[in-house]
């Protein structure tokens, strides 16, 4: 009997056991269940250390061992119940296994840092950039590491502990007067790349100061020179100690035959004596003190006088009009074209004319030309130097034909100016002194040109020379020549022409003067 409590205390640890299988979905948790199995042993002493605690539970001399064997039972259960959960075991190989995806293909590393180049420098650090790899590959770019070492030694240093991203880096805590090689190398899950390394090691030193080119305003766009022009251009920089003082001509070392370069400590001067369009091309300053540089780039171009148009085609002539055609020329003076002149000749008279000037166009059109007449064309090409040389003359003659056209004069109707006399101004009476000469006027119109006629006391005077009669532009007079008492009487003016007659009369008086008898006595 004594063996009957042990069994009931083993309940608890079958029920506790069904609630472990829930988190069992994966294949992966049978290497645990093994675990258990070596305390096995265990087990098969659980029944001794039972009987053993039973017996001393009677006697009430061991109760600190019933707790003992409470904790030994559960361990000896768990193998117990492994039976019981071998059907949710066997159902886990129904399941197919998961496909094992395709492994990524190698990652590799990037390219190797490109223009590796010194910043600043002082007398404990060191400053340096560069532009990140040509090729970085689907790997990325975690960062990079900058790495040194002193010159003759094979040791490299690496400066930054951890990788950094940006292209720029000081290196600090350094020796005065040391040479450093300096390297960068980038770095993604491929690996390292090619190192990128300076081409010179750098002393770490205090600069005094750092070289740097002031390109004057106006050299800074296209310097334009004409053909046979001398250039002199006064480029100044700054720099201590002197700097070192280098000439390129599109990456060319520069033809001292053609150019002369004079260096001082504060400026350089390029000077060509005759410029010729070979000059032309980008100039390259470089001003350098030991590791630091600066560089200034200078565009020259020498012009001239463009060549003329390639052809001239007269292409359709109509009427009093022409139209021409023409092509780039071949040559434009190391400049772009500007405009185009266009003049004619007349066969005739051999003169040129200008009839465009400043033309932007490739095609004109002339017109105002002279009917029967045989006309030639020219063009001219212009730049901004000036007007081409020579001229691009047409090979066919513009030839205006007569057109059959008679003039027809407009017909008008004629105006009938003809009108009868009339006077618009009459003869007023007038009183006149024996022997003092007057003149009677008057004025008339009428078309055709009256006829005038004077009366004295209705008799013509006709050609009396004590009377002189005048008629212009219808003004009509009558001058008596020192009438005396007989000369008064009633004068008529008379205006005839096809049209009519009209007539005007005034009352001439002739006073004599009468003297007093004072007078006569003396």
Same mark, same amino acid.
């Given at each position: ?9 083993? +309940?608890? %640890? ?6 472990? =299988?829930? #988190? ?15 305390? %096995? ?32 039972? #559960? ?55 560069? $532009? ?26 690496? %400066? ?5 991203? /940006? ?11 040391? *040479? ?23 002393? !770490? ?30 480029? #100044? ?12 001509? @599109?990456?060319? =070392? ?9 260096? +001082? ?16 091309? !980008? ?15 200078? /565009? ?30 071949? @040559? ?22 200008? !009839? ?9 059109? !002339?017109?105002? *030309?002279?009917?029967?007449? +045989? ?25 205006? $034909?007569? /057109?059959?056209?008679?003039? $027809?004069?407009?017909?008008? $109707? ?28 008057? +004025? ?20 009396? =020379? ?20 007989? @000369? ?35």
């Amino acid at each position: 009997m004594p063996g009957k409590p042990a069994p009931i205390k083993k +309940s608890p %640890a079958k029920q506790a056991a069904p609630k472990e =299988p829930e #988190p069992q979905p994966e294949p992966e948790v049978a290497p645990p269940a093994e675990a258990p199995a070596e305390p %096995a042993p265990a087990e098969e002493q659980a029944p001794p250390a039972g009987e053993s605690a039973d017996a001393p539970a009677e006697d009430g001399s061991a109760p600190a061992d019933a707790p003992a064997a409470e904790d030994a039972a #559960p361990a000896t259960d768990a193998p117990t119940d492994a039976p019981t959960d071998a059907p949710p075991a066997e159902a886990a190989p129904v399941e197919e296994p998961p496909k094992v995806p395709t492994p990524p293909p190698p990652a590799a590393p990037t390219s190797a840092p490109l223009d590796l180049a010194v910043d600043d420098v002082s007398d404990s650090s060191l400053t340096v950039t560069w $532009q990140a790899p040509e090729t970085v590959g689907d790997s990325g770019l975690d960062g990079y590491t900058v790495e040194y070492c002193k010159s003759g030694a094979s040791d490299w240093v690496v %400066a930054n502990e951890e990788l950094t991203l /940006t292209t720029r880096y000081c290196i600090k805590n350094l020796t005065a007067g040391d *040479l450093l090689l300096v390297r960068v190398v980038a770095v993604n899950p491929g690996g390292r790349s090619e190192p990128c390394a300076l081409a010179a090691p750098v002393p !770490v030193r205090e600069v005094g100061e750092r070289p740097k080119i002031r390109l004057p305003r106006a050299l800074r766009a296209t310097c334009v020179r004409q053909v046979g022009e001398q250039i002199n251009l006064v480029i #100044p920089f700054m720099g201590k100690p002197k700097p070192a003082v280098s000439w390129l001509k @599109d990456g060319q =070392p520069l033809d001292t035959k053609r150019v002369n370069i004079r260096n +001082s400590d504060r400026d350089s001067i390029l000077f060509i004596r005759s410029s010729q369009r070979e000059d032309s091309g !980008v100039y390259e300053l470089s001003v350098k003190v030991d590791s630091f540089e600066d560089k200034a780039l200078l /565009t020259l171009r020498v012009v001239e006088l463009p060549g003329p148009p390639a052809s001239v085609k007269l292409v359709d002539t109509w009427g009093f009009n022409a139209a021409l055609e023409w092509t780039p020329p071949k @040559d434009n003076g190391n400049t772009e074209i500007t405009g185009y002149t266009v003049q004619k000749a007349d066969q005739k008279t051999g003169d040129w004319f200008t !009839v465009l000037e400043h033309y932007h166009r490739l095609t004109a059109t !002339v017109s105002d *030309l002279i009917m029967g007449n +045989s006309f030639s064309f020219r063009v001219f090409a212009e730049n901004r130097v000036g007007v081409s040389e020579k001229a691009a003359l047409t090979k066919d003659l513009a030839f205006i $034909q007569k /057109t059959g056209i008679a003039y $027809q004069p407009p017909e008008y $109707q004629e105006h009938d100016f003809s009108e009868a006399p009339r006077f618009t101004t009459l003869l007023t009476d007038r009183a006149a002194t024996v022997g003092y000469t007057t003149r009677l006027l008057c +004025s008339v119109r009428g078309s055709p040109k009256p006829k005038i006629e004077w009366l004295k006391n209705q008799m013509v005077i006709g050609n009396d =020379p004590k009377y002189r009669q005048l008629s212009n532009q219808g003004i009509c007079s009558l001058e008596i020549r020192k009438p005396c008492s007989f @000369d008064g009487g009633i004068y008529t003016c008379r205006a005839k022409n096809e049209q009519g007659e009209a007539a005007v009369s005034c009352k001439l008086e002739v006073k004599q003067v009468l003297l007093g008898e004072t007078e006569k006595g003396k």
